[in-house]
């Protein structure tokens, strides 16, 4: 089965750096992605990680290491609309070939004045 | 484009009582998911779709069924509803293949079961 682990809740002023970290366990690992929701809306794509190293995305960042099963999601100049609940999800991938993507329990991030 | 649209937004159940949840989606995705989330809690998979006509099942599958008879449309339904499946329902859809699997999803479902 897969596993995935992050901090329940982030709190950060107005234009601080914070990074949500991500630990995995899964098999048959194929990516690492990050989703952002705000409250009462649906989950929208942040950014994915297919191999080692950081993309880059705006103020978005996210970083994967497969060796260490790890990534984080670095936000840079925090705006009070960044205030959401940002999830990690591992994509991986069966003997069917039926890509599915397993989600963490999320972290709540507050940007403060 | 609308995306992925789902119907209905808002639905109240008594136990026992029957609904089928409707996902529909205009960009020609071979996957399509339905996910349920908690309150406080990550997205559930439910039961997923590779294609038309073909269906498989998620994480949470229990008490839930589902059918993709056209390539567009995923159905999700609850023969017997239970107030343990009082959730906000979820449905994506996605391209297949090596990409980066990225989910679109819909404006979710509010179910109350009493």
């Known amino acids: 089965g897969q596993s995935l682990e992050q901090p329940s809740e982030v709190t950060a002023v107005e234009g601080a750096i914070v990074q949500i970290n991500c630990t995995y366990q899964?098999?048959?690992?194929?990516?690492l992605s990050w989703y952002q929701q705000h409250d009462g809306g649906a989950p929208t794509f942040l950014s994915y990680?297919?191999?080692?190293g950081l993309e880059e995305t705006g103020r978005f960042s996210s970083f994967l290491s497969r060796s260490d099963s790890y990534g984080y999601l670095l936000l840079q100049e925090l705006q009070m609309k960044d205030s959401a609940s940002y999830f990690c999800?591992?994509?991986?991938?069966?003997?069917?070939?039926?890509?599915?993507?397993?989600f963490g329990d999320g972290t709540t991030l507050t940007v403060k004045p | 484009n609308a995306g992925v649209t789902q119907t209905p937004k808002f639905r109240v159940l008594k136990t026992g009582q029957s609904m089928t949840l409707l996902c529909a989606q205009d960009?020609?995705?071979?996957?399509m998911y339905w996910y349920r989330q908690d309150p406080g809690m990550g997205l559930r998979l439910i039961h997923y779709?590779?294609?038309?006509?073909?269906?498989a099942k998620g994480e949470v599958p229990d008490g839930y069924n589902v059918s993709r008879l056209k390539k567009q449309n995923f159905l999700l339904g609850l023969e017997s509803a239970a107030p343990s499946q009082t959730s906000v329902y979820f449905c994506?859809?996605?391209?297949?293949?090596?990409?980066?699997?990225?989910?679109?999803f819909g404006e979710g479902s509010r179910l109350t079961v009493l």
């Open positions: 899964t098999s048959g690992f194929y990516g």
């Open positions: 990680n297919g191999l080692d």
């Open positions: 999800a591992v994509r991986d991938f069966y003997n069917t070939n039926a890509g599915k993507s397993t």
């Open positions: 960009m020609n995705h071979e996957y």
């Open positions: 779709s590779v294609g038309e006509g073909t269906t």
């Open positions: 994506a859809s996605s391209y297949s293949g090596l990409e980066t699997g990225e989910l679109f």
